[in-house]
């Protein structure tokens, strides 16, 4: 099924609220092998700072989000820049479908 909804409207037909496509953003830091650049990276697109990023990247667990319902076009150059090391996935009532092997957006 898609994520797409039709706007919702009122009585006399004017648009009350709508769809708006988003992505989200994660990463697994096990498999993270350049941290520091990785860091750098999510700071120039995902705002926050370097250390900010570095800290969480350096994370002993498996996954985590890096960020929750971005633009289209600003997790597109993100996983440009990093494909292997993030991963960018619609989501669906905040449950993650399958990520590509690639890490691009599906």
């Given amino acids: 099924t898609s994520d797409f909804r039709l706007p919702i409207l009122d009585r006399n037909g004017e648009e009350l609220a709508a769809s708006i496509p988003s992505v989200s ?4 830091p096990n498999e993270i092998k350049k941290k520091q650049s990785t860091a750098w990276v999510l ?17 002993k667990r498996s996954f985590i989000w890096l960020k929750r319902q ?18 960018a996935t619609h989501t669906r ?7 590509a092997p690639s890490c691009v957006i599906h």
């Fill in 43 to 59: 700071a120039k697109y995902l705002g926050k700072d370097f250390k900010y990023w570095f800290r969480r990247i350096k994370s």
């Fill in 70 to 87: 971005i633009d289209l076009e600003t997790s597109q150059k993100l996983t440009t820049k990093r494909p292997e090391e993030v991963c």
């Fill in 25 to 28: 953003v994660f990463a697994r």
């Fill in 93 to 99: 009532r905040g449950s993650l479908r399958k990520c």
